[in-house]
């Protein structure tokens, strides 16, 4: 089955400056690519997403790059803000939607 | 507000005893996924159910259970309770299976302690 894995785990960085989360999935039948952030205490949201025949996404501050050989995909936050502080969760599916697995989770901190 | 609701937010209950979290989707959705989030911990994917059925099983334990009734809700059923089984434990919803968006849309969760 699949297995998504992510890095880092957490990550702190200073207002302003950019933030890059990692993924690596395993089914390469995998063709969607959601990413996911959870506010403390909230519930997970849906912030991006990709599918395999793109291979970058972007709106406004946050882009998602596939590489779909590679079988990783990235988050990129640029010009971060405090409000961008959270756990943000990579995760990979087939197009059927069944069984959306997610990876562990990144928790950022962006530093006033 | 996601339009999923999920009951009770809170439950404290004992060790061996048996629970069951309620969950209904978005009005329209066909599809409603179970989440175990533990403390730090990820969100560990337990089952799926499409329009009723049984569409998809992940690391879920043989003392939990689940379905979906006709009117979409569904419930999970949490038995022979142990410590480790507190967590927040979220019910997602999405459309269709045939649809572009594959959007998940998550409850508040209901919070499980086990003393």
Same mark, same amino acid.
């Given at each position: 089955g699949e297995n998504v894995e992510q890095h880092p785990s957490t990550l702190s960085v200073q207002e302003g400056d950019s933030a890059v989360i990692k993924c690596t999935y395993s089914d390469?039948?995998?063709n969607y690519f959601p990413w996911y952030k959870q506010e403390l205490g909230k519930r997970p949201q849906l912030i991006i997403d990709i599918r395999s025949n793109v291979g970058e996404k972007k709106d406004q501050r946050i882009a998602v790059t596939l590489n779909k050989t590679a079988k990783h995909f990235s988050l990129h936050i640029t010009e971060?803000?405090?409000?961008?502080s959270a756990v943000y969760f990579c995760a990979a599916t087939e197009t059927s939607y069944d069984k959306v697995i997610f990876g562990p989770g990144t928790s950022l901190s962006v530093i006033p | 507000d996601s339009g999923v609701t999920q009951t009770p937010k809170h439950l404290i209950t004992a060790t061996g005893q048996r629970v069951t979290l309620r969950c209904s989707p978005r009005s329209g959705d066909l599809s409603v996924y179970w989440y175990q989030q533990s403390l730090d911990q990820g969100l560990q994917f337990l089952i799926q159910y499409y329009n009723g059925e049984e569409r998809a099983k992940g690391n879920?334990?043989?003392?939990f259970s689940a379905q979906q009734f006709p009117d979409l809700h569904s419930e999970l059923n949490l038995s022979s309770?142990?410590?480790?089984?507190s967590a927040l434990y979220f019910c997602a919803s999405s459309?269709?299976? %045939? %649809?572009n968006t594959g959007e998940l849309f998550f409850g508040e969760g209901s919070r499980l302690t086990v003393l």
């Open positions: 390469s039948a995998s971060t803000q405090p409000e961008d | 879920i334990l043989e003392r309770l142990e410590l480790g089984d459309v269709a299976r %045939t %649809t």
